[in-house]
């Protein structure tokens, strides 16, 4: 068994990381494309530098339509990888109906994910300030709005379906082999791992359970409802409304939504305690499980590289 767990968890880390590293060349190849096209159509040497420069400054508007095209490039690596193994059309077959009364508790525990990132957002600034550091900068970056329309399309719809596609589809399913339990706390983790961001991450693996366990009871298509309604409305267009509104309306309105689905949450989750401990009773793999999986060479080249990039977003105060 610890040979299938090891070869199972490797050989999926391995395709993340390089669905990443793929998503990084073909966002760095379109960069490359347009710099050589601005080059080539400017008249003289100093007109091309110029407009080069113009070009970098104006990075952010072009930010969503790289992220299109390197989660497309990504996508198509795995979809080439999977073809013959159906994993995705597996995924979305229903385990069993969804009734209105679950998909309320569920978003409701889903939505009490958010203070785990204002949580680690604060810890995070009372550990480091200290020494003169601070995650302002992320905490800034995971929770801004979109800009443009391509970052919006990308932020709202394109980001969170490829997501769901990807770690509900291809990886969790992968991992089932190991059991439910293991597959989506892995799937979980890889998910967070791979914002790159150690504030953005920690709320991700909280969400990443709570659509684990959606793909797995249930179906992907009811974590992609999740994952884009939380991007859609409660990430970006109450962003939009909080910072349109005064400032202490909209700090009402930013920590009072998350707030009121904690408080709910906390609720259900203390009526509904006996079935969740009943579920990862049932559920859960053995702990030398974990040590077979997380010493594998793929998962720890994928969770240093995505440590190394997370660090970036330290810096001074």
Request: glycine share 10%; with cysteine; proline share 2%.
């Amino acid at each position: 068994m610890k040979k299938q767990v090891r070869k199972m968890t490797n050989r999926t880390a391995g395709y993340i990381f390089f669905y990443n590293l793929i998503m990084v060349a073909v966002m760095f190849g379109a960069v490359a494309i347009r710099t050589i096209a601005i080059m080539a159509g400017a008249g003289s040497e100093q007109a091309a530098d110029r407009a080069v420069g113009a070009f970098g400054q104006n990075m952010g508007s072009f930010l969503g339509i790289l992220s299109i095209a390197g989660v497309c490039g990504g996508l198509l690596f795995l979809a080439i990888a999977s073809r013959r193994t159906g994993l995705v059309r597996e995924a979305f077959r229903s385990s069993r109906k969804m009734e209105a009364g679950n998909f309320i508790r569920i978003f409701c525990v889903f939505m009490a994910c958010q203070t785990i990132f204002t949580v680690a957002a604060l810890l995070a600034e009372l550990v480091l300030n200290p020494f003169g550091l601070t995650l302002k900068n992320a905490a800034e970056s995971a929770s801004a709005v979109s800009g443009d329309l391509p970052m919006f399309l990308y932020a709202s719809l394109i980001g969170p379906v490829a997501e769901e596609l990807v770690f509900r589809g291809f990886v969790l399913r992968r991992l089932l082999g190991g059991g439910k339990g293991f597959a989506i706390v892995l799937s979980a983790v890889l998910f967070g791992a791979m914002h790159g961001n150690f504030l953005q991450g920690t709320f991700a693996v909280g969400a990443g359970l709570v659509f684990g366990y959606v793909a797995v009871e249930y179906s992907i298509g009811w974590s992609i409802l999740i994952h884009v309604l939380n991007n859609l409305v409660f990430s970006d267009l109450l962003g939009r409304l909080a910072g349109a509104l005064p400032k202490t309306a909209g700090a009402v309105l930013e920590y009072g939504v998350p707030g009121f689905f904690f408080l709910a949450a906390c609720v259900i989750l203390v009526k509904e305690r006996e079935k969740v401990v009943s579920w990862w009773r049932r559920n859960r793999p053995p702990r030398r499980y974990w040590l077979w999986a997380f010493t594998t060479f793929w998962m720890l080249l994928f969770l240093i590289m995505e440590t190394v990039v997370a660090l970036e977003g330290v810096s001074r105060l």
